[in-house]
């Protein structure tokens, strides 16, 4: 079921407003809230470790079933599935935005993961469908180039917002975006034609690849609380492998996959795009978590300037992506993909150099780099993803894509967490030892924690710490220093994975005779230079 009817002229324009809107407004919607953790944390009463899940409420399920999404929005209509998702967001933003409890605003974010997870697929394939195929390029590229840079300003809006009224109005900002979205949709975006009858969602499917995520997330982010070897991190490791493995052994025999493998396995673009965008979701979110730790804590940032300090990852992003559409257009993706994961590993070597002198114009070069390399790499990604698939799979497609990127950041934050923590802990007893310092039996521990927590609302400064603690600090400050090069260099080797990985698969895409519009039959390998 596809809106492929005359959309033309104003109407076109219209389209990719709106859906860009609504594509911006979910990125930001993930990239605002871990600058306003520390206020919601002290507004309800909870540790930093319990505040997390304020962000993996939403992003858990968003990534879990991006793909039922994308599925749903081919099998019922792409306009329908966008506009009940829609109506989803804006009541989880108002019930977030105005909730009570703790517990009521878990539960608004993951009924906003899941109305995200029905629009996100629909904006990418409404797009493509409204546009002719020598200017979807460009038009997909202007809607990721925008939600990219949009999703690099969620930090400095969070922190603004956060600053200036509450950090409910975060959430609550979600409102007015979403009347603009939804009366675009309902003016512009044509209605669905019937569909053909015969076509399925797999709810085994998309019920075993969000255990399969969800174990994987939950059990990389135990690591911070228990040891590798604890049963709480194993189980759910053990579990997210068995579901991954039936997830697979399910899509080969169904008959209407949700994820169709041989639609992977022969168009090798598709398959770059998609290992692409886990990539760089992964640097995209997991380095969104570890920006502002490092800005609030190591360079005593209070929030409000730390989101404006991180406005160097976005300003390269105004500037990049609305040239990378037309290079696309003109040389297919794999140049800009390579060349974008290249400057992403120089820009983690550059950060990596640069977090030692506790300054941030140390920084800065590195940060510059990021937000180049990044706009690259996902402005690109969605119409790579798209330019080799017949039109009926649009939804599908556009679902992994979206699930790669959101499931690869959900993976990215928990996983680079980890490897920061693991990191400091270990320098941190070394630091101690080595110092002559008391040891930190669980309770100093404990008490060293939750006075760095504290710090995170107002910045680390030793002038208002902790006198009894204060003798820890220069300890924590290498063990810290130590955690972000390590997570630094290791977002330089997932994106020289990226780099390889594209180089290999993606190709430029046909002439147009033979484009997604000529549905050539699955299994075929269209191979061009």
């Not at 505040?51 to 993996?56: E, H, K, R, S, T």
């Not at 605003?105 to 993951?110: F, K, M, P, Q, S």
């Not at 509450?166 to 669905?192: E, F, G, K, Q, Y």
């Not at 950060?351 to 780099?369: H, R």
Request: aromatic share 6%.
């Amino acid at each position: 079921m596809t809106s492929r009817t005359t959309v033309t002229g104003a109407a076109r324009r219209l389209v990719l407003a709106g859906m860009t809107v609504a594509n911006a407004m979910i990125l930001v919607d993930q990239t605002a809230v871990p600058l306003v953790l520390p206020d919601i944390a002290d507004d309800f009463g909870v540790s930093s470790l319990l505040v997390q899940w304020v962000l993996n409420a939403s992003l858990l399920p968003l990534a879990g079933l991006l793909v039922l999404g994308g599925r749903l929005g081919d099998v019922l209509g792409r306009r329908k599935v966008f506009l009940v998702g829609a109506v989803l967001f804006a009541g989880a933003s108002a019930v977030g935005g105005l909730a009570p409890s703790f517990a009521v605003l878990l539960g608004a974010r993951v009924c906003q993961g899941v109305g995200g997870a029905l629009m996100l697929p629909a904006t990418i394939a409404i797009v493509g469908a409204a546009f002719d195929r020598n200017e979807r390029g460009r038009a997909l590229g202007t809607m990721g180039g925008i939600a990219a840079t949009a999703g690099a300003l969620g930090p400095t809006i969070g922190g603004a917002l956060t600053s200036l009224i509450s950090w409910r109005a975060v959430l609550l900002i979600n409102l007015p975006l979403l009347v603009v979205t939804v009366w675009a949709t309902l003016r512009a975006v044509p209605r669905d034609e019937p569909g053909d009858g015969n076509r399925s969602v797999d709810v085994a499917g998309a019920v075993l690849a969000c255990i399969a995520l969800m174990g994987l997330v939950f059990g990389l982010a135990q690591t911070t609380t228990w040891s590798w070897t604890s049963p709480g991190v194993l189980v759910p490791l053990a579990l997210a492998v068995v579901a991954g493995v039936l997830f697979v052994v399910r899509e080969r025999r169904a008959a209407q996959p949700l994820m169709d493998p041989r639609l992977l396995r022969s168009r090798r673009n598709y398959l770059g795009a998609t290992i692409s965008q886990g990539v760089a979701g992964m640097a995209e979110m997991g380095l969104g978590l570890i920006f502002p730790l490092l800005l609030i804590l190591n360079l005593r940032m209070n929030p409000g300037l730390a989101g404006i300090a991180l406005l160097a990852t976005t300003v390269p992003m105004v500037v990049v992506a609305p040239l990378v559409g037309r290079w696309y257009d003109r040389g297919g993706g794999r140049p800009p993909l390579v060349v974008g994961f290249a400057v992403l590993a120089l820009a983690g070597l550059l950060l990596a150099a640069g977090v030692g002198p506790q300054n941030f114009w140390w920084l800065l070069p590195g940060l510059l780099a990021y937000g180049v390399g990044l706009a690259i790499v996902l402005t690109v990604n969605d119409p790579v993803s798209l330019d080799m698939v017949p039109d009926r799979d649009q939804g599908q497609v556009s679902g992994v894509s979206a699930t790669a990127e959101q499931g690869g950041g959900a993976v990215g934050i928990a996983l680079l967490y980890a490897v920061f923590h693991s990191t400091y802990v270990a320098v941190l007893n070394d630091q101690v030892a080595e110092k002559g310092l008391p040891a930190l039996t669980p309770e100093r521990g404990a008490a060293l924690r939750d006075a760095i927590e504290n710090a995170e609302q107002v910045g680390l400064d030793p002038r208002t710490f902790d006198p009894r603690l204060a003798e820890y600090l220069l300890a924590t400050r290498a063990a810290s220093t130590a955690g972000y090069t390590v997570v630094f260099l290791v977002s330089s080797v997932l994106a020289l994975a990226g780099l390889v990985a594209t180089a290999f698969l993606v190709r430029r895409p046909p002439p147009d005779d033979s484009g997604p519009d000529g549905a050539e039959p699955v299994g075929e390998d269209t191979r061009s230079a």
